[in-house]
């Protein structure tokens, strides 16, 4: 048994307990964002993803969806809350992110856009 090894069990034990603690508790958000992530991508293949009105529809729901996924991997509400969660404050969230992204694409979508004449 060399040294190193003497101490080498107790810091990966630490380092364990660290994670516990500090990356557990995002696993749920960070679910939430992945599958978000890949519905939309799927959903702007589907749908005519250039019109301002369906962006802002895909801002709306990939919110929403969100934090439906936050809502229910958490565990946090029950009941009552959850439906206050996902019927008043997360349309509310989800509607502002929508202005906001519409926004920004009305702004900047020549800037945002590919253009693949100019490579």
């Not at 439906?68 to 009552?80: D, F, I, P, R, T």
Request: net charge positive.
């Amino acid at each position: 048994m060399r040294r190193s090894d003497k101490y080498r069990f107790y810091v990966i034990l630490a380092a364990l307990v660290v994670l516990q603690f500090s990356v557990r508790g995002r696993l749920g958000g960070a679910l939430a964002h992945t599958l978000v992530g890949y519905l939309s991508s799927w959903s702007k293949a589907v749908f005519f993803a250039e019109n301002l009105f369906v962006n802002g529809c895909l801002f709306f729901a990939g919110t929403w969806c969100r934090n439906l996924a936050v809502a229910l991997a958490s565990g946090k509400l029950k009941g009552g809350l959850l439906g206050w969660e996902l019927l008043v404050w997360s349309p509310i969230q989800s509607l502002t992110t929508a202005v906001a992204g519409v926004l920004v694409l009305w702004l900047f979508g020549r800037h945002l856009a590919i253009r693949l004449s100019d490579a």
